[in-house]
């Protein structure tokens, strides 16, 4: 891995992602179209990430939704709970690219000496109240999340991925509500079936940028 140290949502680190599969793009992996064919969002991210490589335009945040913004702004908090809870120190870090692949992952933090010999790897969300109750009387990692889960574990190496999910405002009846955690242990089968997965679309997108590159 390249562990670039620029801050997350910065210009730098925004530049480190373009023409990436990230965490956040990883969804699109898993999708499925009808009859065996490929999906519209598989097909969606290769034009996103054909366009970013084939662009000099600078990469931006793009729509930023309440509560999107709501999950930035409260990321400190929810680390510091834990931080807090568990006894533990989570280091922050920018963004990790792959050393051979167009790939790379932004994770919220991760306890141990450096990120590529990691004891585990963080991932922090900070829903709404309701979706944080359905994670907590579910008690496991949301469907939604996983694919972004198995990307992390898979780009950086790490044993096994925390799960937090952290709501302020959940403290009326006791504190332990405000934030609940789970863990993720890496199973390597599924980072085979990720690679295969990932290196497949990888190519793809490689061959569409090399029919319209000019040479």
């Known amino acids: ?113 450096s990120l590529d010999t990691a004891q585990a790897i963080v991932e922090i969300k900070c829903p709404a109240p309701k979706a944080h109750l359905a994670t907590i009387l579910a008690s496991e990692i949301p469907a939604e999340h996983m694919p972004q889960v198995i990307h992390s574990l898979w780009m950086t190496g790490a044993p096994r991925l925390i799960f937090a999910s952290y709501c302020a405002t959940m403290n009326t009846l006791k504190q332990a509500l405000v934030l609940r955690s789970f863990d993720y242990d890496r199973d390597e089968s599924v980072m085979a079936d990720y690679d295969e997965k990932i290196r497949s679309f990888l190519a793809s997108c490689d061959e569409v940028v090399a029919a319209l590159t000019v040479t």
């Open 1 to 113: 891995m390249n562990v670039h140290t620029d801050p997350q949502r910065s210009d730098e680190w925004f530049a480190a992602r373009r023409g990436r599969v990230t965490g956040s793009r990883a969804s699109a992996l898993f999708s499925k179209g009808r009859g065996g064919a490929e999906s519209a969002a598989l097909k969606a991210l290769r034009v996103e990430i054909v366009a970013e490589r084939l662009s000099s335009a600078p990469m931006t945040p793009g729509f930023v939704s309440s509560a999107m913004q709501n999950g930035v702004d409260s990321e400190p908090a929810a680390r510091a709970a834990y931080e807090l809870i568990y006894g533990v120190s989570i280091r922050e870090v920018g963004f990790a690219a792959h050393d051979t692949l167009m790939a790379g992952v932004s994770v919220d933090g991760f306890i141990g000496p």
